[in-house]
């Protein structure tokens, strides 16, 4: 009876979900119908784009004039410091950091990682990079005690304090999904350009990770833990720094790895505008120059370091491998190693041996034009299909997608004409594929073909945007309830007015893409990995790489093979983002419950079933999680892929950096970031309440 | 032992404590008669008014040396009112007297001194600081009042032997099992000799037969230590062996406070009765609570019983032979007398109960 009455509602329900998509659908199409009638749909008419942009742009020039005296100071000042470091840097000899690198490896993860560690310092040596190496390590070295403290500090605050909490969380959602590139632009304008902005950027992007592991530590210390302190008679700062504090080390070692990561990530990418001796600066300066066997080796300059240090601070984090590392060295000893070695390289400057040592000019072993040679060769090698495989996606994705099928479908790329017939099939393809979908699943699918055949179609670009925004604003309402819809609308309505839109859709188009191919190829490894031991141990470690990889290292492979334009970016993004895919889908379905498992297998479901009706139903809403870091990686990425070639607001700011454009800068920044946070909160809100239905 | 029992002085006394959550909870606690009259009526009030009344009119007196078990099942409110009595949380209304001293008027720093010198807390999972050696935990409370390295080692080693932890002194909490891990509990607690020690159910994270142990290794200690006890358990067997009294808690209320041998014999509502149905008799009731007066007659041939002797005890020793009892306290002095009959009794009530 209850059981009967369930159902029912559970119809019902679905009924008025249908009631308020159907209009959204015939809207949909009278706006497609009226849209030659009113180019003003399709098209976003200049006229009524409101001068948002410039203001900025006119108020942050004046504001700039008046504060820049006072931050070019600051600029100066924190130069002292970086030039100092970097000195040290290169005064200490290459054998004695090789030792000091090598003893500090193996006091946080044991002898593997020591040797990891001296094999990247050598092949950096040998490469030619270890002025540039030490620079660069220089500024993170810097910047990353700087943002630890801030975000320790703001931590802190926002665990204290309940009423500034609402405010940090919400300025580290706008940090953590505004570009990196954006926010170099009011830096720029402030400090200028050098490697000083690179430090203030890397330190100011490097905060938010910080911050929130502290919260997340010190929120986690068990309520037992605290009481204990408070009954054994805690003053508030002893109960602080004796009982919270290490009890959340475990996180706020955490913390200081990804601060140090993300640090890291930015010092390369702010090479752009604080190009000099660094690390960054030649990858991109070789990147420019299409010297790609140059850029292949600096780059993977970046890779080992990035992963050299990723390991170190995990292991002293007392994760991956801290049980390896040799009991005879004690923090004494080890202290006492470091000591030893900065002696020795007085010694060997004092003694003159420093300036005998090989390899000190820094010139490296690698003939680097050799390198750039096979690296054409390799790659004219296989021009030919590169040039199918590129054409291909072009014309029968890239452009539908962005022009659509009235758009692209042509003889001298589909190799057809767009007659009547040829709609006609495409309609009946769309409508069969539709039909099956629904009958299968239900009309939500059926749907979402629908409106993904009109899309196909019509192409994203001249899409009527009164019908894209009353799709989204709905999905907002629909998945995440009236809140977020509202938030959906004002960010859309903001992207049209600031006349971005076009660059929107491209954003959307270029990410979509990319999103969806990674679902698809990294759902299917990670389903893969979660049938299989030997796949998933082989995956693991590849995934490990590639996510301490800094964004800029993905663009190389890509732009080698595909030359500059969209495909190379959805490539370089795709790589990028593949991880999260895999590893969530992987997660999901190795941790749904064993009983329900059990239950399916004793019903009698094949392999199949088990995992379309069992198995996947219930890891959606991680997967689904999965989906949404996917998103919020791909549009972090949108914008260094803005530097091969693309026209999305990833290249407005890019261009804005170029002309050190604030206004242009921060607005489509801040577009991307909407773009991010509405995605999130949609795909959160749908998480949220699928969850609590699996739950019941 | 009521009688010796209240004969000894208050350590703590609870009067009329109230701990509501709720919207504004502390304003609607101030409110002009909201707390005041039939406690039924004043929590029906809060409950019309959205409050959640967590502790309702706990009233009750710890005397020195007593161990004074809180029973109840979750969400009755037991560790809510055990963490007021330490103030660990900020009770709404109401009067926590220790040795006389209001503790809810205490300041800050007199709280911290109390906290420091008078009390100790075991909790239920344990609390230990994952960075610390079993040492280091157990000298904690010692350090930060900046005792000398020296003196809370010493002191720190004395109770790690007292609770049997001798050579795990420089294990971490993580390397050691459940059972271990509460002995280093216990000993912090003990550390600084507080006279009052609150335990918030202790062994509950253990399993049946460490727990059965830990029992036994803290009755050891309090035979030892004597000190005042507020034990808050939900397992009723571990109530009824430990208790010398027993305060039963339901949604915020205490129900029933007494011996548990009162408690299994007048059990105060319908809810207690089903509560304490499988106590038998004989466990709870002593040979003091059955003995007659002794009125000149001849006790010479009955054995000599201790007042806090069981009834099945008793039981025991009629079956191996023993015809009726003499209790005799300490200086071996006669209270009373126990004859077959009285014991015998109080069996046919245990059979007439289990029907």
Redesign the interface.
């Given at each position: 009876m209850t059981a009967l009455a369930g159902d029912l509602s559970g119809r019902s329900r679905l009924d008025t979900g249908l009631g308020v998509w159907l209009p959204v659908l015939l809207f949909v199409v009278a706006c497609l119908a009226l849209r030659n009638a009113a180019p003003w749909m399709s098209l976003y008419p200049q006229e009524w784009v409101l001068p948002i942009a410039p203001a900025i742009d006119a108020f942050s020039t004046t504001l700039t004039e008046f504060v820049k005296p006072a931050f070019r100071g600051m600029a100066w000042l924190l130069g002292w410091p970086m030039r100092g470091v970097q000195s040290i840097l290169q005064w200490i000899p290459w054998p004695v950091m090789l030792a000091l690198v090598g003893a500090i490896a193996l006091r946080a993860g044991g002898r593997a990682l020591a040797w990891f560690a001296l094999g990247t310092l050598l092949y950096i040596l040998i490469a030619g990079y270890w002025r540039q190496s030490m620079n660069t390590l220089a500024l993170v070295l810097l910047a990353v005690p700087m943002s630890v403290a801030a975000g320790f500090a703001l931590g802190v605050l926002a665990h204290r304090v309940p009423r500034a909490r609402g405010a940090i969380e919400v300025a580290l959602d706008l940090m953590q999904t505004m570009p990196a590139f954006a926010y170099l632009i009011p830096l720029l304008l402030l400090f200028g350009f050098g490697p000083v902005v690179g430090l203030i950027a890397s330190a100011i992007y490097a905060i938010p990770p910080m911050v929130r592991n502290t919260l997340l530590g010190l929120e986690r210390v068990?309520s037992?833990?605290?009481?204990?302190?408070?009954?054994?008679?805690?003053?508030p700062r002893?109960q602080f720094w004796?009982?919270e504090v290490?009890?959340a080390?475990p996180q706020l070692l955490v913390g200081i790895n990804q601060s140090t990561m993300a640090a890291f990530s930015i010092v390369i990418i702010a090479s752009i505008i604080g190009g000099f001796e660094d690390i960054g600066w030649e990858v991109l300066s070789s990147m420019r120059k299409a010297a790609f066997g140059q850029s292949l080796l600096s780059g993977l300059v970046i890779a080992l370091l990035a992963m050299v240090m990723d390991r170190i601070t995990l292991g002293f984090a007392g994760r991956g491998g801290a049980a390896s590392r040799p009991a005879w060295l004690t923090w004494r000893r080890f202290w006492g190693i470091i000591a030893a070695l900065i002696t020795l390289s007085a010694l060997l400057h004092v003694t003159g041996i420093a300036d005998q040592l090989p390899l000190t000019s820094g010139r490296g072993l690698i003939d680097a034009e050799a390198m750039n040679k096979w690296v054409l060769a390799l790659v004219a090698a296989y021009a030919d299909p590169l040039e199918t495989f590129k054409n291909n996606v072009l014309y029968f994705f890239i452009l539908p997608l962005r022009i659509g099928m009235i758009g692209a479908v042509a003889p001298i790329s589909w190799g057809i004409e767009l007659t009547p017939t040829v709609i006609a099939i495409y309609v009946v393809l769309v409508a069969l594929v539709a039909l099956a979908l629904g009958r299968s699943f239900g009309w939500r699918p059926a749907f979402a073909m629908i409106v993904a055949g009109l899309l196909f179609f019509f192409g994203l670009s001249s899409f009527p945007w009164p019908a894209l925004l009353a799709l989204v604003v709905v999905l907002a309402w629909r998945c995440a309830g009236p809140g977020v819809a509202t938030f959906a609308l004002l960010s859309c309505l903001f992207i049209l007015v600031l006349g971005l839109w076009q660059p929107f859709m491209q954003t959307t188009y270029l990410c979509g893409l990319a999103v969806l191919l990674c679902l698809l190829i990294g759902g299917l490894i990670g389903l893969w990995a979660a049938h299989s031991e030997t796949v998933s141990k082989i995956v693991r470690p590849i995934n490990d790489t590639l996510q301490t990889m800094p964004q800029f290292v993905f663009l190389i492979p890509a732009l080698m093979f595909f030359k500059v334009g969209e495909l190379t970016a959805i490539i370089a993004i795709m790589l990028y983002v593949i991880v999260p895919p895999i590893r969530y889908v992987e997660h999901g379905i190795r941790h749904v419950r064993v009983d329900c498992i059990e239950a399916g297998r004793q019903c009698g479901c094949t392999p199949l079933q088990l995992l379309f009706q069992v198995k996947l139903p219930l890891a959606m809403p991680v997967v689904m999680l999965g989906l949404n870091q996917t998103i919020m990686a791909a549009l972090s990425m949108v914008v260094i892929a803005a530097m091969v070639g693309t026209k999305d607001l990833g290249q407005q700011v890019y261009i804005a950096l170029g002309k050190a454009n604030a206004g242009l800068g921060l607005t489509s920044g801040l577009s991307i970031a909407l773009v991010a946070m509405m995605a999130d909160r949609i795909i959160r809100g749908w998480a949220a309440r699928r969850h609590v239905r699996v739950d019941i | 032992m009521t009688e010796a029992a209240s004969s000894r002085p208050i350590k703590l006394s609870c009067e009329g404590l109230w701990k509501i959550y709720g919207p504004h909870a502390d304003r609607v606690a101030r409110r002009d008669g909201l707390l005041s009259g039939n406690r039924t009526d004043s929590s029906e009030r809060l409950r019309a008014a959205g409050q959640i009344p967590a502790v309702i009119d706990a009233d009750f007196v710890v005397h020195t040396g007593e161990i004074f078990v809180i029973m109840g099942l979750s969400g009755s409110g037991k560790s809510t009112l055990v963490?007021c009595l330490?103030r660990?949380i900020e009770p709404s209304a109401g009067k926590v007297l220790l040795d006389g001293e209001d503790l809810l008027a205490a300041s800050p720093q007199r709280l911290?001194?109390l906290?420091?010198?008078a009390?100790?807390?075991v909790?239920?999972?344990?609390?230990?600081?994952?960075?610390?050696s079993v040492l280091d935990n157990v000298a904690?409370?010692l350090?930060?009042?900046g005792r000398p390295v020296e003196e809370r080692r010493s002191r720190a080693r004395e109770m790690i032997a007292l609770v049997g932890l001798e050579g795990r002194e420089h294990a971490f909490p993580s390397q050691l099992s459940g059972g271990q891990q509460q002995r280093v509990?216990l000993a912090?607690?003990l550390a600084?000799g507080p006279a009052l020690w609150?335990l918030d159910e202790p062994f509950s994270a253990l399993d049946p037969l460490i727990r059965r142990q830990m029992q036994d290794e803290f009755l050891r200690l309090q035979r030892m230590l004597g000190k005042t006890i507020i034990f808050i358990t939900h397992d009723m067997q571990e109530a009824f062996r430990l208790a010398d009294r027993i305060a039963i808690m339901r949604q915020g209320e205490i129900i029933q406070i007494g011996r548990p041998a009162d408690i299994v014999r007048e059990p105060a509502d319908e809810y207690v009765a089903r509560f304490v149905e499988d106590i038998p008799l004989v466990r709870v009731m002593l040979a003091k609570d059955i003995m007659q007066p002794v009125n000149g007659g001849d006790l010479g041939a009955a054995d000599a019983v201790e007042p806090t002797a069981t009834v099945e005890d008793l039981l025991a020793r009629l079956a191996g032979g023993a015809s009726g009892f003499r209790v005799v306290d300490d200086t071996g002095g006669a209270l009373g007398a126990v004859d077959a009959s009285a014991v015998l009794a109080i069996v046919d009530r245990d059979r007439q109960r289990r029907r």
């Open positions: 068990p037992d833990i605290k009481e204990s302190g408070l009954m054994s008679g805690c003053m002893q004796m009982v290490p009890s080390m | 963490r330490s660990l911290i001194e906290r420091r010198r009390m100790g807390m909790f239920q999972h344990f609390g230990l600081l994952p960075h610390l904690f409370p350090r930060v009042q509990g912090r607690s600084v609150f």
